[in-house]
T-cell receptor
Framework: KNEVEQSPQNLTAQEGEFITINCSYSVGISALHWLQQHPGGGIVSLFMLSSGKKKHGRLIATINIQEKHSSLHITASHPRDSAVYICAVSPSYGGATNKLIFGTGTLLAVQP | DVKVTQSSRYLVKRTGEKVFLECVQDMDHENMFWYRQDPGLGLRLIYFSYDVKMKEKGDIPEGYSVSREKKERFSLILESASTNQTSMYLC??????????FGNGTRLTVT
C-alpha cells in the first residue's frame, strides 16, 4: 500500500462546479504539500500546510492531522484549472531534508 | 521569484551514451533534488543533496550519479544510458521545511 493515496485518480467536471480532491497518508508528517502540474509543464507548489486550512484565490486546502487526511477544493472551477494535482507529505523522520513522499496525482479536466 | 533552470527541455540519446542533465537555482537553497516522473508511478526520488559536495541516494539511484560542486548547480549523470531510463526528469530545490521549487523538466528519450 502506498504511503500517500489520492482519490479520485481521474476527475471530469463542468465549468463552475465545486471540486474536491482527497489525500490520505499513513506516516507521521511535519507538513503536507499540494502541487499542480499543467500538461507539458513544470510543477508548481500550491500549498504547504501542517494544520487547519489555507486559501489562495479559488483554491482551499484543509488538513486533519488526527485522521491523516487532506482535501484540496476548487471553487467555481474553470477550464484553466485542468491539470494534475499532486499530494505530497514531508515525513517526520525526514527532518529538514525535505524529502517528500508523493501521491500518484489526480488528473482533473474541467470542460467549458 | 525563485528560478530553477534545467539545461534542456528535450533530449534524445543513444543507448550506452553518457548523459548529463544540469540544474541551476538562483535562490541559495540548501536542498536540491532529482526526480523522475513516469505515468502511473508518480514522482520518484533519484538523488538529493543538502549541501555542496553532499549527496544521498533516493529511492531509485541505480544507473545514476550526481555532482554538486557549487551550491547553485546540481547535475544528474547517466553513466551509460539505457532505454529504461527514458523518462521525464525534474529538478527541484528548497530551503529547510519549505515548499519545493521545480524546474520545467527534461524529457529524455534513449533509443
Amino acid at each position: 500500500k502506498n504511503e500517500v493515496e489520492q482519490s479520485p485518480q481521474n476527475l471530469t467536471a463542468q465549468e463552475g462546479e465545486f471540486i474536491t480532491i482527497n489525500c490520505s497518508y499513513s506516516v507521521g508528517i511535519s507538513a503536507l504539500h499540494w502541487l499542480q502540474q499543467h500538461p507539458g509543464g513544470g510543477i508548481v507548489s500550491l500549498f504547504m500546510l501542517s494544520s487547519g486550512k489555507k486559501k489562495h484565490g479559488r483554491l482551499i486546502a484543509t488538513i486533519n492531522i488526527q485522521e491523516k487526511h487532506s482535501s484540496l477544493h476548487i471553487t467555481a472551477s474553470h477550464p484553466r484549472d485542468s491539470a494534475v494535482y499532486i499530494c505530497a507529505v514531508s515525513p517526520s523522520y525526514g527532518g529538514a531534508t525535505n524529502k517528500l513522499i508523493f501521491g500518484t496525482g489526480t488528473l482533473l479536466a474541467v470542460q467549458p | 521569484d525563485v528560478k530553477v533552470t534545467q539545461s534542456s527541455r528535450y533530449l534524445v540519446k543513444r543507448t550506452g551514451e553518457k548523459v548529463f542533465l544540469e540544474c541551476v537555482q538562483d535562490m541559495d537553497h540548501e536542498n536540491m533534488f532529482w526526480y523522475r516522473q513516469d505515468p502511473g508511478l508518480g514522482l520518484r526520488l533519484i538523488y538529493f543533496s543538502y549541501d555542496v559536495k553532499m549527496k544521498e541516494k533516493g529511492d531509485i539511484p541505480e544507473g545514476y550519479s550526481v555532482s554538486r560542486e557549487k551550491k547553485e548547480r546540481f547535475s544528474l549523470i547517466l553513466e551509460s544510458a539505457s532505454t529504461n531510463q527514458t523518462s521525464m526528469y525534474l529538478c527541484a530545490s528548497s530551503l529547510e521545511y519549505s515548499p519545493l521549487h521545480f524546474g520545467n523538466g527534461t524529457r529524455l528519450t534513449v533509443t
